[in-house]
Antibody, heavy 121, light 107 residues
Framework: QVQLVESGGGVVQPGRSLRLSCTAS????????MHWVRQAPGKGLEWVAV????????YCADSVKGRFTISRDNSKNTLYLQMNSLRGEDTAVYYC??????????????WGQGTLVTVSS | SSELTQDPAVSVALRQTVKITCQGD??????ATWYQQKPGQAPILVIY???NRPSGIPDRFSASNSGNTASLTITGAQAEDEADYYC??????????FGTGTKVTVL
């Protein structure tokens, strides 16, 4: 079955960097568009970034553009989110999600359990 | 800016029907997608496209759209349907935008 396991979260000071990973199994990772979605404590969902199946197309939400970078290593079945210049408002649970289809449909069909990032001094 | 507005909370008696609404200009051009999230868990996809349910989602969940309003209907609500529900569509750039969320309580 499809499994997505995020890691790399933790407590980080404002202005510092963190890299999240999402390891996939149970499907052919290299065939699917992948996403990051976050949820601040007690708040709603916010889409963060998307990357195409081959990594050639990627895009980040305006709220993180220029600070966050999404990438993937299909040889390792792993999705990444490099987060730089972190701010308090980036505090959230970060979920990786698999698209329903290979090309981006923006239907988040499978989700990981999430990893908590806390930005605090 | 693009927004998707949902009622913060609704309640429904066990085995009765509840409709959750989502309003926003982007819904005139895109169908809403619906997600269910229970406390401490990741969201799950409930409805996508015009009215499609992924495998494993009960047929008591259905969706409809009219103008700038999308609706998720639970017909014969069960205790396990108690959760937060989020609609999703696109912002003005064509990228995903989530609604504000609705907490559904089953009485």
């Amino acid at each position: 079955q499809v499994q997505l396991v995020e890691s790399g979260g933790g407590v980080v000071q404002p202005g510092r960097s963190l890299r999240l990973s999402c390891t996939a199994s149970g499907f052919t990772f290299s065939n699917y568009t992948m996403h990051w979605v976050r949820q601040a404590p007690g708040k709603g969902l916010e889409w963060v970034a998307v990357i195409s199946f081959d990594g050639s197309n990627l895009y980040c939400a305006d709220s993180v553009k220029g600070r966050f970078t999404i990438s993937r290593d299909n040889s390792k079945n792993t999705l990444y989110l490099q987060m730089n210049s972190l701010r308090g408002e980036d505090t959230a649970v970060y979920y990786c999600a698999r698209d329903l289809r290979g090309s981006p449909s923006y239907y988040f069909a499978y989700w990981g359990q999430g990893t908590l990032v806390t930005v605090s001094s | 800016s693009s927004e998707l507005t949902q009622d913060p909370a609704v309640s429904v008696a066990l085995r009765q029907t509840v409709k959750i609404t989502c309003q926003g200009d982007s819904l005139r051009g895109y169908y809403a997608t619906w997600y269910q999230q229970k406390p401490g868990q990741a969201p799950i996809l409930v409805i996508y496209g015009e009215n499609n349910r992924p495998s494993g989602i009960p047929d008591r969940f259905s969706a409809s759209n009219s103008g700038n309003t999308a609706s998720l209907t639970i017909t014969g609500a069960q205790a396990e349907d108690e959760a937060d529900y989020y609609c999703n569509s696109r912002d003005s750039s064509g990228y995903p935008l989530f609604g504000t969320g609705t907490k559904v309580t089953v009485l």
